[in-house]
C-alpha cells in the first residue's frame, strides 16, 4: 500500500523550494522495508542523478536473485558508495572566482 503525502505551498516563496548553496550535492540513504526482514536500502542524490539501490533479505532461502545481500552488508555497501559518491563529487567541485 502506498502513502502519499500532499505539502501545502501556498506562502511559500519559489527561492524556499529551489536547492540552497551546497545543497545540490546532497546525498541521503533512505531504507525501504515493505516486508519484514526484507528491503533495501536507496542511495539518492538531490542533483537529479539516478539513485542507486541495494537489496537486503536477511533470510537466505527467500533470495529470488543474485546480489541480495543480508542487511548489514547492504547497509555498509550503500553508506560506503555514498561516501565515495560525494568524495568524487568534491573532487569535481571548482569554486568560482570572485
Same mark, same amino acid.
Given at each position: 500500500?502506498? =502513502? *502519499?503525502?500532499?505539502? &501545502?505551498?501556498? @506562502?511559500?516563496?519559489? &527561492? ?5 548553496? @551546497? ?11 515493505? =516486508?519484514? #526482514?526484507? @528491503? ?6 538531490? &542533483? #537529479? ?20 545481500? &543480508? ?10 558508495? *555514498?561516501?565515495? *559518491? ?13
Amino acid at each position: 500500500m502506498a =502513502v *502519499a503525502a500532499f505539502l &501545502d505551498l501556498r @506562502g511559500i516563496r519559489a &527561492d524556499e523550494l529551489t536547492p540552497r548553496a @551546497g545543497m545540490s550535492n546532497r546525498i541521503r540513504i533512505f531504507k525501504h522495508e515493505a =516486508v519484514h #526482514g526484507r @528491503g533495501s536500502f536507496e542511495v539518492w542524490f538531490a &542533483d #537529479g542523478r539516478e539513485s542507486q539501490f541495494f537489496y537486503w533479505d536477511d533470510i537466505p532461502d527467500r533470495w529470488l536473485r543474485p546480489g541480495v545481500l &543480508d542487511w548489514e552488508t547492504a547497509r555498509e555497501e550503500a553508506k560506503a558508495f *555514498a561516501k565515495a *559518491a560525494r568524495d568524487r563529487s568534491k573532487l569535481e567541485y571548482t569554486p568560482r572566482n570572485g
